[in-house]
């Protein structure tokens, strides 16, 4: 039973990280409170999984597309929006990983702002004590990573844009609004909130 629930839960909080899979009709994906399950990466599904989450009564569709498929017995519209019947409670901790670490820090060097060629640096370097933790480590460009090295702030004469610390899943959330994805469909906007000019 217990494997079961496990099941239904990672079906309904699972969503494509494969850009591939939705080039054509993805279904974005909403909680039962009508906020989407993550900003970035957009909780999306290929259409195909949107249907098939219809049909099993798992989701309750908010909005269409033009297109439609067809069965042997009946035509359904593609969902553009649909809502899971069945809250999923967020993760409340934030994994400690590269692309997160990277999303909190805006994807950006947090000693000079660039963007691009992103490695991460240990603020206080392990060679002198120094853990990989939230706390201590920061998204830096490849130059200001060489020229920070293995010595301490002051000794390189280099200044943070932030102290660095551990992120909030809201805090996540929040930042991962600012980096909406190249296409969202007319029907997505009011679930997202994005200033962004739409492509149907």
């Not at 195909?48 to 909005?63: G, H, N, S, Y």
């Not at 392990?126 to 201590?136: A, F, K, L, P, Q």
């Not at 997505?188 to 909130?193: N, T």
Request: aromatic residues 12%; positive net charge; contains cysteine.
């Amino acid at each position: 039973m217990l494997d079961e629930r496990q099941g239904e839960a990672d079906f309904r909080s699972h969503f494509v990280r494969d850009p591939a899979a939705l080039r054509r009709n993805p279904a974005l994906v909403l909680n039962a409170d009508y906020r989407p399950l993550s900003y970035y990466p957009l909780s999306l599904w290929p259409w195909q999984e949107a249907i098939k989450a219809v049909f099993l009564d798992r989701v309750t569709i908010l909005a269409e597309y033009d297109e439609v498929v067809r069965s042997q017995r009946e035509a359904i519209r593609i969902p553009s929006v649909v809502v899971l019947k069945d809250y999923v409670k967020p993760r409340k901790r934030v994994a400690f990983t590269r692309f997160n670490l990277f999303l909190r820090d805006e994807f950006c060097c947090q000693y000079c702002g660039s963007r691009g060629d992103l490695t991460f640096d240990h603020v206080v370097p392990r060679s002198r004590g120094g853990v990989t933790s939230w706390e201590n480590v920061v998204a830096a460009c490849s130059p200001c990573n060489l020229r920070k090295a293995n010595k301490s702030l002051r000794a390189s004469g280099m200044r943070l844009r932030r102290t660095p610390a551990r992120p909030t899943a809201e805090d996540m959330h929040a930042i991962g609004r600012r980096f909406p994805p190249n296409h969202l469909h007319v029907s997505w906007i009011d679930y997202l909130y994005w200033d962004a000019e739409l492509e149907s």
